[in-house]
């Protein structure tokens, strides 16, 4: 509980105390003037970035989370020949970072970008840079999470309901309206919650696009208040409450509506869903499925490995714009882009190293444990995933931007070790769900038995929890390590001077409207990255088969 209050819970505290206290964290101690609050309707960047952020989450929720539920109802239920290019470019939209997709969708978009270059009109351009086509961009980057969402709630299905009310004289679609749609609404607000809060904390799109079209939200407005002069420690923590307020209200109302209703169904004559042959549905849902995948993923992913094998956007496809410049310019200028890169893998594999081990002890503790307060102890372990990264980053600030923490050698803002400690924050959610799932198969009894024949705690762990959970463990880690890798963020908050990362990089030549040279360095380093992930799997993976 120390550890997740000193990692999590503590700053995020710090965010709301600088509101109510201004000052506490920087040595002059008064009472916050409620007032301050109340000036988001007085200061027009303040009242916009609220607008414009609460637009966009609304939207985006609304059209990714219909998007996100259809297309999940389809695939649970009918059975064509992509439906699994499906699955694998859900799960590859989800890890990828926002801020790659949204470059990608950038350039594509751009006046002079590759949709103008293939069709030669600026229509592209004018819709993807207004608040309906960033909306529309958000969409197809979130829904995966509704998609998960209503498909993991659809994997088993009980036909004697159905059945009832046909034989009541239901149509078919009545049957569905009445009887199956409640039944997932529980799954569809679940996802609907995620997407709202991942859309109205999210800081690549407007970091993205804040080169070619102004658009603050509250995120990157935080971010503006650090990282302009004068330091604007009031106006972040303002909008840091805000913004923690509209998260808090999506949690609130999401466990409210299902709390009003039980959707216990299970039963004996519950059976697992499978996908029955589409038919003459078949062709038209592979198609469609195709022409879906190309807008999703090959224009964000395919325009920034398009952009980094040419001279400029405004060239097009001809042979005589095709270079390796951008990837060669990577390793001149003293490799900054290298020392960036080497940098990110330092941070990510320190903080997944430490995640892992914090994320095990939560795990086992909600699994195994009778202890009182586990419950709270899971509450902590997952506001991270809620929280957005440029609030973790202000509260970071606060806590460990203290004068007397010199003297007992604990000043961390401005070292890299702030950046593993908020990377840690950052990977434990994600790596005591994945152990929590895994932990939940193993027997406590298997844990008994060798207590009962002397087993101390640590060797029950070392010699029979861990070697059978060995799979989860290091899938917790590498997706701990290569979200680490591309937390932009946390990074661009928190990073210390002359100490560039490898998003920090990336994100800067964008801003420099250095398109070609973000590209190659974003799809080089995501080259290296997946190929580090690939060889520990295969070189752990083939020890464990050994063992």
Same mark, same amino acid.
């Given at each position: 509980?120390?550890?997740?209050?000193?990692?999590?819970?503590?700053?995020?505290?710090?965010?709301?105390?600088?509101?109510?206290?201004?000052?506490?964290?920087?040595?002059?101690?008064?009472?916050?003037?409620?007032?301050?609050?109340?000036?988001?309707?007085?200061?027009?960047?303040?009242?916009?970035?609220?607008?414009?952020?609460?637009?966009?989450?609304?939207?985006?929720? !609304?059209?990714?989370?219909?998007?996100?539920?259809?297309?999940?109802?389809?695939?649970?239920? #009918?059975?064509?020949?992509?439906?699994?290019?499906?699955?694998?470019?859900?799960?590859?939209?989800?890890?990828?970072? @926002?801020?790659?997709?949204?470059?990608?969708?950038?350039?594509?978009?751009?006046? #002079?970008?590759?949709?103008?270059?293939?069709?030669?009109?600026?229509?592209?351009?004018?819709?993807?840079?207004?608040? /309906?086509?960033?909306?529309?961009?958000?969409?197809? @980057?979130?829904?995966?999470?509704?998609?998960? @969402?209503?498909?993991?709630?659809?994997?088993?299905?009980?036909?004697?309901?159905?059945?009832?009310?046909? !034989?009541?004289?239901?149509?078919?679609?009545?049957?569905?309206?009445?009887?199956?749609?409640?039944?997932?609404?529980?799954?569809?607000?679940?996802?609907?919650?995620?997407?709202?809060?991942?859309?109205?904390?999210?800081?690549?799109?407007?970091?993205?696009?804040?080169?070619?079209?102004?658009?603050?939200?509250?995120?990157?407005?935080?971010?503006?208040?650090?990282?302009?002069?004068?330091?604007?420690?009031?106006?972040?923590?303002?909008?840091?409450?805000?913004?923690?307020?509209?998260?808090?209200?999506?949690?609130?109302?999401?466990?409210?509506?299902?709390?009003?209703?039980?959707?216990?169904?299970?039963?004996?004559?519950?059976?697992?869903?499978?996908?029955?042959?589409?038919?003459?549905?078949?062709?038209?849902?592979?198609?469609?499925? /195709?022409?879906?995948?190309?807008?999703?993923?090959?224009?964000?992913?395919?325009?920034?490995?398009?952009?980094?094998?040419?001279?400029?956007?405004?060239?097009?496809?001809?042979?005589?714009?095709?270079? !390796?410049?951008?990837?060669?310019?990577?390793?001149?200028?003293?490799?900054?882009?290298?020392?960036?890169?080497?940098?990110?893998?330092?941070?990510?594999?320190?903080?997944?190293?430490?995640?892992?081990?914090?994320?095990?002890?939560?795990?086992?503790?909600?699994?195994?444990?009778?202890?009182?307060?586990?419950?709270?102890?899971?509450?902590?372990?997952?506001?991270?995933?809620?929280?957005?990264?440029?609030?973790?980053?202000?509260?970071?600030?606060?806590?460990?931007?203290?004068?007397?923490?010199?003297?007992?050698?604990?000043? !961390?803002?401005?070292?890299?070790?702030?950046?593993?400690?908020?990377?840690?924050?950052? /990977?434990?959610?994600?790596?005591?769900?994945?152990?929590?799932?895994?932990?939940?198969?193993?027997?406590?009894?298997?844990?008994?038995?060798?207590?009962?024949?002397?087993?101390?705690?640590?060797?029950?762990?070392?010699?029979?929890?861990?070697?059978?959970?060995?799979?989860?463990?290091?899938?917790?880690?590498?997706?701990?390590?290569?979200?680490?890798?591309?937390?932009?963020?946390?990074? @661009?908050?928190?990073?210390?001077?002359?100490?560039?990362?490898?998003?920090?990089?990336?994100?800067?030549?964008?801003?420099?409207?250095?398109?070609?040279?973000?590209?190659?360095?974003?799809?080089?380093?995501?080259?290296?990255?997946?190929?580090?992930?690939?060889?520990?799997?295969?070189?752990?993976?083939?020890?464990?088969?050994?063992?």
């Amino acid at each position: 509980m120390l550890l997740l209050f000193i990692l999590v819970l503590g700053p995020l505290g710090a965010v709301i105390i600088q509101v109510l206290l201004p000052g506490i964290f920087f040595g002059s101690l008064k009472f916050g003037d409620w007032h301050i609050l109340l000036e988001i309707t007085e200061r027009p960047l303040w009242q916009k970035s609220l607008e414009n952020s609460i637009l966009l989450a609304s939207g985006t929720t !609304l059209l990714a989370t219909a998007l996100g539920g259809l297309l999940a109802i389809v695939r649970a239920t #009918k059975a064509f020949p992509t439906a699994r290019l499906l699955d694998a470019a859900v799960w590859v939209l989800l890890i990828t970072p @926002s801020f790659i997709l949204s470059q990608g969708w950038v350039m594509f978009a751009a006046p #002079k970008g590759l949709a103008f270059s293939l069709f030669g009109s600026h229509g592209v351009s004018a819709f993807i840079f207004s608040p /309906a086509g960033l909306i529309a961009v958000m969409t197809l @980057s979130k829904f995966p999470l509704a998609y998960l @969402s209503v498909y993991s709630a659809m994997e088993w299905k009980v036909d004697s309901l159905s059945q009832a009310a046909r !034989l009541n004289g239901a149509s078919p679609f009545t049957a569905w309206r009445t009887i199956q749609a409640p039944l997932l609404l529980p799954a569809v607000l679940a996802g609907a919650a995620l997407v709202f809060m991942d859309t109205i904390g999210d800081f690549g799109l407007p970091a993205s696009i804040s080169a070619v079209y102004r658009f603050p939200t509250l995120p990157y407005s935080i971010y503006s208040a650090i990282y302009t002069s004068p330091i604007r420690f009031d106006m972040a923590g303002v909008l840091s409450f805000y913004l923690v307020l509209l998260i808090g209200a999506a949690m609130v109302l999401q466990f409210y509506a299902m709390r009003r209703s039980r959707y216990d169904f299970l039963n004996g004559r519950a059976e697992r869903l499978v996908p029955q042959p589409a038919g003459k549905l078949s062709l038209p849902l592979t198609a469609g499925n /195709a022409l879906f995948l190309a807008l999703v993923f090959g224009i964000p992913i395919g325009t920034n490995i398009w952009m980094s094998f040419v001279k400029t956007a405004s060239g097009g496809v001809k042979a005589a714009n095709w270079t !390796l410049q951008n990837y060669a310019s990577l390793f001149r200028d003293g490799s900054q882009l290298l020392r960036g890169l080497g940098h990110s893998l330092l941070i990510a594999a320190a903080a997944a190293a430490a995640a892992l081990l914090i994320g095990l002890g939560v795990a086992y503790v909600l699994t195994y444990s009778a202890f009182r307060y586990k419950r709270l102890i899971e509450t902590i372990s997952i506001l991270t995933l809620a929280v957005p990264g440029v609030v973790l980053g202000i509260g970071y600030i606060f806590v460990w931007n203290q004068p007397w923490l010199e003297h007992v050698g604990l000043l !961390l803002y401005g070292t890299p070790w702030i950046l593993v400690l908020a990377s840690v924050a950052g /990977a434990i959610p994600v790596i005591t769900r994945l152990l929590v799932g895994a932990m939940a198969k193993v027997p406590e009894q298997l844990l008994t038995a060798a207590q009962l024949y002397g087993g101390s705690f640590f060797g029950r762990i070392r010699a029979i929890l861990v070697p059978l959970i060995r799979g989860a463990l290091l899938s917790a880690a590498l997706a701990a390590f290569g979200s680490g890798v591309f937390d932009l963020a946390v990074n @661009s908050i928190l990073f210390p001077p002359n100490f560039l990362t490898l998003p920090v990089s990336i994100n800067k030549a964008f801003e420099d409207l250095k398109f070609g040279y973000a590209s190659a360095a974003t799809v080089f380093g995501s080259a290296i990255v997946i190929l580090i992930i690939l060889v520990a799997e295969l070189l752990l993976r083939r020890k464990e088969v050994k063992a």
